[in-house]
């Protein structure tokens, strides 16, 4: 336990404030570009009748209740191990990123609700405003920028909840993007498409609320690491001087982080110390190569197999 809070406590010294720091600083700006946003196209959706430019700003709200989760995560994920969470608190992360996806659920069922009650009553869709239109192009460009911002970001400090958070907000872009084309349908005399712009939002925002909920649930219950990560930290354990072997490594996600398990095979006619340091030098190098968290290790002892004499 102490010794795993002394390494928390190194890499939080190293990497955690500058990782912190770029997460809060990408949110603090999509929550600013989101409110106001959100104020400018509904209003903008309520003056000029556009049924779609409306849930396009009731996505972009649902953007702004994001990032308030992923400020929420971010303060609690980067605590040091305690008495109550041995292992730290990453996974608030898988925890903020299942909420972000049931929130994005939630938002996609009910513009599918609203779109196609309208599309009942198609005597009831006006004609919208030529400004829902450059509302609509305007928020798509600034959706688009914002998009490739934070992904920018999450992919520099490897932050899979703000991945998450980024392709929220391309899914505005979309959405914008789908939006417009409705609006000059409607325009060019084509009433429906309004609300089919609407209904087909609806089905992209639900489809990536079911897609990050299900990725979530799935860290939440211990899925392990990719083949790919496995394989790499395999082969560092096995390139460790004096590890002759290895059985039953065990992945599993938390947070951005894995935590993991092996047995390793080691020669058993060697003292308990030396056992020790080789399994000490596996776990360090694997630690200090890949988002490994910790690394457990347990030493069998094995009789060295004698070398092939040559012929």
């Given at each position: 336990m102490n010794e795993l809070k002394?390494?928390?406590?190194?890499?939080?010294?190293?990497a955690a404030p500058e990782r912190e720091a770029a997460t809060k600083r990408s949110t603090w700006v999509s929550v600013v570009v989101?409110?106001?946003?959100?104020?400018?196209?509904?209003?903008?959706?309520?003056?000029?009748?556009?049924?779609?430019?409306i849930a396009d700003g009731i996505h972009s709200l649902s953007d702004l209740v994001a990032d308030f989760v992923v400020l929420l995560a971010v303060h609690h994920s980067q605590k040091a191990?305690?008495?109550?969470?041995?292992?730290?608190?990453?996974?608030?992360?898988?925890?903020?990123?299942?909420?972000?996806?049931?929130?994005?659920?939630?938002v996609g069922v009910g513009m599918i609700w609203s779109a196609a009650h309208k599309l009942q009553t198609p005597e009831s869709i006006?004609?919208?405003?030529?400004?829902?239109?450059?509302?609509?192009?305007?928020?798509?460009?600034?959706?688009?920028?914002?998009?490739?911002?934070m992904l920018h970001v999450a992919e520099k400090?490897?932050?899979s909840m703000l991945v998450a958070n980024a392709w929220h907000a391309r899914s505005d872009a979309a959405s914008s993007l789908v939006v417009a084309i409705g609006i000059g349908g409607n325009l060019m005399g084509y009433a429906l498409l309004d609300p089919i712009a609407a209904l087909i939002v609806g089905f992209m925002v639900a489809r990536m609320g079911w897609s990050?909920?299900?990725?979530?649930?799935?860290?939440?219950?211990?899925?392990?690491?990719?083949?790919?990560?496995?394989a790499a930290i395999a082969a560092d354990i096995?390139?460790?001087?004096?590890?002759?072997?290895?059985?039953e490594l065990k992945t599993r996600k938390t947070g951005d982080m894995i935590l993991a398990d092996v047995h390793l095979e080691i020669d058993g006619s060697l003292t308990v110390?030396?056992?020790h340091d080789i399994a000490r030098q596996a776990k360090l190098t694997v630690m200090a190569r890949h988002p490994v968290l910790y690394l457990m290790t347990h030493v069998d002892p094995v009789t060295p197999k004698p070398a092939a004499e040559p012929t």
């Amino acid at each position: 336990m102490n010794e795993l809070k002394d390494l928390a406590e190194l890499e939080t010294e190293d990497a955690a404030p500058e990782r912190e720091a770029a997460t809060k600083r990408s949110t603090w700006v999509s929550v600013v570009v989101n409110v106001c946003l959100t104020i400018g196209q509904v209003v903008a959706g309520i003056w000029s009748g556009s049924q779609g430019l409306i849930a396009d700003g009731i996505h972009s709200l649902s953007d702004l209740v994001a990032d308030f989760v992923v400020l929420l995560a971010v303060h609690h994920s980067q605590k040091a191990p305690d008495d109550d969470h041995h292992y730290g608190h990453q996974r608030y992360e898988n925890a903020a990123s299942l909420v972000l996806g049931g929130l994005l659920l939630a938002v996609g069922v009910g513009m599918i609700w609203s779109a196609a009650h309208k599309l009942q009553t198609p005597e009831s869709i006006p004609t919208v405003h030529m400004t829902a239109l450059w509302v609509a192009i305007s928020a798509l460009v600034v959706k688009e920028v914002l998009f490739r911002y934070m992904l920018h970001v999450a992919e520099k400090v490897r932050s899979s909840m703000l991945v998450a958070n980024a392709w929220h907000a391309r899914s505005d872009a979309a959405s914008s993007l789908v939006v417009a084309i409705g609006i000059g349908g409607n325009l060019m005399g084509y009433a429906l498409l309004d609300p089919i712009a609407a209904l087909i939002v609806g089905f992209m925002v639900a489809r990536m609320g079911w897609s990050f909920s299900w990725d979530a649930l799935h860290d939440l219950t211990d899925r392990a690491a990719t083949e790919e990560q496995v394989a790499a930290i395999a082969a560092d354990i096995l390139a460790t001087p004096g590890v002759l072997g290895m059985h039953e490594l065990k992945t599993r996600k938390t947070g951005d982080m894995i935590l993991a398990d092996v047995h390793l095979e080691i020669d058993g006619s060697l003292t308990v110390t030396q056992g020790h340091d080789i399994a000490r030098q596996a776990k360090l190098t694997v630690m200090a190569r890949h988002p490994v968290l910790y690394l457990m290790t347990h030493v069998d002892p094995v009789t060295p197999k004698p070398a092939a004499e040559p012929t």
